[in-house]
C-alpha cells in the first residue's frame, strides 16, 4: 500500500485519508485545459473507483448500463432494433432485466 502526500493547490479534494498521521487528501480532481485530471494517491476501495468511472463516463457522456456485478452489457442498434449482447462471467446464475443468465452464458437479447 502507498501513500502520497498530495497538496492540492486548484484540485477539489474527493478523499482524504482516515489516519491521524496521514491527514490530507488521497483522491483529488482538477480541471486542466477542456478536461478533467482525477489523482489517486493510494490504494482505494473498489466503490471508490466505480464512484470516479461512473463520474468520468457520466461527464463523458459515454453509454453505460447498470448491470449485477460479473454481467457483461453491450447495447446495440441495427436500424430500428435494440439488442443487449449479454455475458455472465460468473460462476453463478444472474439475472439482467428479467433475462436469466446461467453460469458463463452468453445471450443476444432483442428490445429488453
Known amino acids: 500500500m502507498w501513500r502520497d502526500i498530495i497538496t492540492p493547490v486548484?484540485?477539489?479534494?474527493?478523499?482524504?485519508?482516515?489516519?491521524?498521521?496521514?491527514?490530507?487528501?488521497a483522491v483529488t480532481?482538477?480541471?486542466?485545459?477542456?478536461?478533467?485530471?482525477?489523482?489517486?494517491?493510494?490504494?482505494?476501495?473498489?466503490?471508490?473507483f466505480e464512484k470516479i468511472a461512473l463520474d468520468i463516463v457520466k461527464q463523458q457522456h459515454i453509454e453505460h448500463t447498470e448491470s449485477e456485478e460479473g454481467i457483461e452489457?453491450?447495447?446495440?442498434?441495427?436500424?430500428?432494433k435494440s439488442y443487449y449482447f449479454l455475458m455472465n462471467h460468473t460462476s453463478e446464475v444472474k439475472v439482467f432485466k428479467d433475462i436469466v443468465l446461467?453460469?458463463?452464458?452468453?445471450r443476444i437479447a432483442e428490445n429488453v
Not at 486548484?10 to 487528501?25: G, I, K, R, S, W
Request: hydrophobic share 20%; aromatic share 16%; charged share 25%.
Open 29 to 48: 480532481k482538477n480541471q486542466c485545459g477542456r478536461g478533467t485530471v482525477y489523482y489517486v494517491g493510494c490504494g482505494i476501495e473498489e466503490q471508490a
Open 102 to 106: 446461467q453460469p458463463y452464458e452468453s
Open 73 to 80: 452489457v453491450y447495447p446495440r442498434k441495427l436500424g430500428e
Open 10 to 25: 486548484t484540485a477539489e479534494v474527493l478523499y482524504e485519508y482516515d489516519d491521524p498521521f496521514y491527514n490530507q487528501a
